[in-house]
């Protein structure tokens, strides 16, 4: 079996990938191969047969009128534990097994203190005390043996407990990650909607002065040219019109300074909730849960207005060409006298920026929105998909807690070492899931590689600070490189990646500055979880 080939994969060397040092012996092992993924099945099968026994006894027993204490079955407190720990991996591990956008991760936790608690919290299950471990086991000793005593009073089950404070725990970190989100999104509409009343209130004042100059009309397409020349000075006032330049850029700066806000912290978001998913199949996996299918028509109708972004992209890539022609034009005139026809070509791009500008700003106040929203229902849909999960861990016999543990252990190190689209394909994979899920040892890195490329999945390694990773395409660092052999390479994408780069650095600074100015306002409260905290550190990358 897979990992009978593994044995020989230890480490990076040269060797790395195969699964044992002489390859050719492996088709002798076939056979036992094929032995080896027969029990796996039988295995796999007995324990889905008795979940569905369990539960339909149970089911049977309500029916019938079972009173229902009896027919409740308690969650295994190691289960309970043990799936929370996955979850929180999953979480805690997101921000490691980013690649361009690692800065932005943790920009958007650095910035945001609810969500920074969050990930907190999270790491903080993952490494409970040892003095918190000893008083969990006294306090279940003591439970028990008040529970065995005649005439004891009622004392709550700690499994209940403990399984209430981690869906208490699990539906908090939803919750923030929904309020990161709508943050997010007032951002992103505060400047779509300064972008779109700037561009309405120019192209007002250019309507209103031809409206005004509207005497003689011009036929030609000469004189319509001229005509438009106007438009770079409306008012015919030196210092108004200079002014009315000035609001437009400034305009430009604080809209691109509201950008950054939107951008971390959505994609934070849409990392997060995606490598759940991701990891919540592979848990539902573990108890052989079937993954529900989301039939929502409103969950599809938001998918195809979230690409109402792109189409905010395009109108964003032509917008961009204007700002330059525009001073093209402009810059003839301060060294000779100025030509009427390039003063006119430069009045029709000035419109035409501020039309594609107004558009961008439209679509991409609707995509925002339905991304948002999209986040709300796919955070309100793993809370529901958390608690089914629950309730089926309540079926768990308890000769099978240990493989179910085990099972769980495999999860953790799954995310330990496998970006989210790997994940994701692992978890969309049954026959391959179920393998990985099914192993009797330890999963290591090379060890998955060579488990996915049995299943002709073709994954990539990388090293980033010291620990190594799987990713489903090379790894790219934040400036554009990809991880190729052994180390950083560039290839020919590298100079537009560098190129956003300077983008993203340049919106993250004048977000800082903005933030910091509006963190600084008086009067507000300090304690707020959902006030925006900029820290010193977080204006570096």
Not at 9 to 25: E, F, I, K, L
Not at 27 to 32: P, Q
Not at 456 to 483: F, M
Request: glycine fraction near 6%; proline fraction near 4%; charged fraction near 20%.
């Amino acid at each position: 079996m897979w990992y009978q080939q593994c044995a020989g994969a230890s480490g990076w060397g040269p060797d790395w990938g195969m699964g044992v040092r002489d390859r050719p012996d492996v088709a002798v092992e076939l056979a036992g191969m094929r032995e080896a993924a027969a029990y796996r099945r039988a295995e796999r099968c007995d324990l889905g047969t008795r979940l569905a026994h369990v539960s339909n006894s149970l089911s049977n027993a309500q029916r019938n009128g079972v009173a229902r204490a009896s027919a409740t079955r308690r969650v295994a407190p190691e289960l309970a534990r043990a799936f929370a720990a996955a979850w929180a991996q999953l979480w805690v591990t997101t921000g490691s097994c980013q690649h361009f956008y690692r800065n932005e991760f943790e920009l958007a936790h650095a910035r945001d203190a609810r969500l920074a608690q969050g990930r907190t919290a999270a790491a903080a299950m993952l490494a409970p005390t040892c003095a918190a471990r000893a008083a969990s086991r006294q306090n279940a000793h003591d439970v028990q043996e008040a529970s065995n005593t005649p005439d004891a009073p009622d004392v709550p089950d700690t499994s209940d407990l403990c399984v209430e404070r981690i869906c208490a725990e699990v539906a908090s970190w939803l919750e923030t990650i929904a309020a990161t989100g709508r943050r997010g999104w007032h951002f992103r509409a505060a400047r779509d909607a300064m972008s779109l009343v700037g561009n309405l209130s120019l192209l007002g004042i250019v309507a209103a002065y031809f409206h005004h100059a509207s005497e003689g009309t011009a036929d030609t397409e000469h004189d319509r040219v001229h005509d438009m020349a106007a438009v770079n000075t409306p008012f015919g006032i030196a210092w108004a019109d200079w002014t009315l330049l000035g609001f437009e850029g400034l305009k430009g700066l604080l809209t691109q300074s509201l950008g950054s806000p939107t951008l971390i912290r959505h994609h934070a978001v849409d990392e997060v909730l995606k490598r759940m998913d991701a990891g919540c199949r592979l848990l539902e996996a573990c108890v052989m849960l079937p993954s529900a299918a989301d039939t929502s028509s409103w969950r599809g109708t938001l998918g195809r207005l979230t690409h109402s972004r792109d189409v905010a992209t395009l109108f964003t890539f032509a917008n961009s060409a204007v700002p330059p022609a525009r001073l093209g034009l402009w810059m003839p005139s301060w060294f000779s006298e100025a030509s009427t026809t390039f003063d006119g070509y430069r009045g029709i791009l000035r419109v035409a920026g501020l039309m594609l500008d107004s558009c961008r700003a439209v679509t991409s106040l609707l995509g925002t929105w339905a991304r948002n929203e999209a986040f709300a229902h796919d955070a309100d849909r793993l809370a529901h998909r958390w608690e089914a999960l629950y309730a089926r861990l309540a079926l768990v016999p308890a000769q099978d807690v240990a493989k179910i543990l085990e099972r769980v252990a495999h999860v953790t190190q799954l995310a330990r070492h496998c970006d989210t689209p790997l994940l994701a394909k692992i978890a969309s994979h049954r026959t391959l899931c179920e393998c990985l899920l099914a192993s009797h040892r330890s999963l290591t890195a090379s060890q998955i590689a060579v488990v996915c490329d049995e299943f002709d999945l073709s994954c990539h390694a990388s090293c980033v600070d010291g620990l190594n990773y799987l990713s489903l395409d090379p790894a790219e660092n934040p400036w554009g490189q990809r991880w190729i052999g052994d180390a950083w390479r560039s290839d020919g994408a590298t100079p537009a990646r560098v190129s956003y780069r300077l983008l993203l650095m340049y919106q993250h600074w004048s977000a800082a500055l903005l933030e910091r100015v509006l963190g600084a306002a008086p009067g507000e409260a300090s304690a707020d979880t959902d006030a925006t905290s900029v820290d010193l550190q977080s204006t570096w990358i």
